[in-house]
């Protein structure tokens, strides 16, 4: 047979792969019995068999392990195998057709060091694990994959509980290694349940024995696994995941959380003396003043990026407005006559006021300044109102500028403004007066 006509019949069997088609193989094998034997010549990356394993051809599969029982072992590009294949499209006979041939294949690892059981984790083929478990090589089971994570974190990280559950009772692991790290960060699957707020998966974890006796291991962070609920959102999920841990006993690493020294430490020292009335005055009112600016404000970082936002949006108003002022061109608007020069210096003063504010903020929020106290919230929240106040009064007086209006009929915006800013400033009176007292 010639060159030409040998690739014309492998470019066929290629083909014939693709439709699975038995007859049309053993003809072309009946016309070439070392058809297949030539495969690893070509220059194509996968065999027929990985094409009729990913497309789960089971009878064309059989077909091509009886001719040769070698293509199991071949791999393709990515260095996998058929298993590979058929494991992540979840193919259970041919899994089992394939690990009958071959069960040394369920142990090979592909380019990203993965074996065809970390596939089925990842994809939540759970027949397909439990075939490639217990009916080869139960020891896969304990393989990490090139990122340093086993079976189980991938189940837990792609959030396939009935094959981390199916994984756990088959694949007859040590319980101590269903507490151990991923290589990187040294979360184990239970700190990664929490961390994706995966409440059944938790659950189900909580009620194996060795998970629950080692509630306080540590990530490579310091991080137990109710350290990580403080770095992820709050919901309703976190909470109850958290009450879910509260219960079995979890604690947080103390060594983790931020501890100021007690009052006994800077007030009640043993001294040789008796303070005297007004000095105790003054330690006590310092020590509650330290409080004060103590409490830390999660609605405040929650507050920053629409505080950004906001004065950042504010700059580029104010900005737009000088640029483009009301009235157009104002070297030859007949506006900029003398009863027309007062009002807009009186504008222009209003946005600048405005536009340096917001300008303020902004340098504030992205500058690195810890914003971790009520009294930083409180200036944020007045400069903010500043940008604002005086973007109302530049409104105010743009308005007649662009529509020849007079003051009068723009003035309602003025006293809804300062309706609105007054009840703001009634509120935040009663908040302060409520802490005070919580305090005093």
Partial sequence: MSNVEGNDTLNTLYEVSLRGSVSELETLIGRDPLLLHRISLTSFTETPLHISALLGHLDFTNSLLTQKPQLALETDHCSRTPLHLASAEGHVEIVHVLLQTCEDACLMSDQDGRIPLHYAAMRGRTEVARQLISGAKSESVMVFDGSG????????EHNHLETLKTLVQVGNVREDFLNSGDFHHGNTILHLAVMFK???SVRYLLSISKIKEEANIQNKMGYTALDMLDQ???DM???QIKLMLVDAGFKNNENNQVHHPPSASIIDVPSSRTQNPNEKFWSNSLKRV?????LKSGRLEEMRGMLSLVSTMISTVTFGVVMNPPGGDLSIHPLLQMQYREMFASFLTMNTISFIASLGVTLLLISGVPLRNEVTMGLLSVGTGVCLTFLVLTYIYAVPLNKNLHFGETFSVLFSWLGLVGAIVVFTIIRVISKLAKVL
């Avoid at 330290?290 to 103590?294: C, E, F, P, R, T």
């Fill in 290 to 294: 330290n409080k004060l600016l103590q």
């Fill in 232 to 234: 992820v959102p709050k």
């Fill in 237 to 239: 999920r976190s909470l």
């Fill in 198 to 200: 995966q409440i059944e």
């Fill in 149 to 156: 994570k086993t079976v189980f974190h991938l189940c837990v």
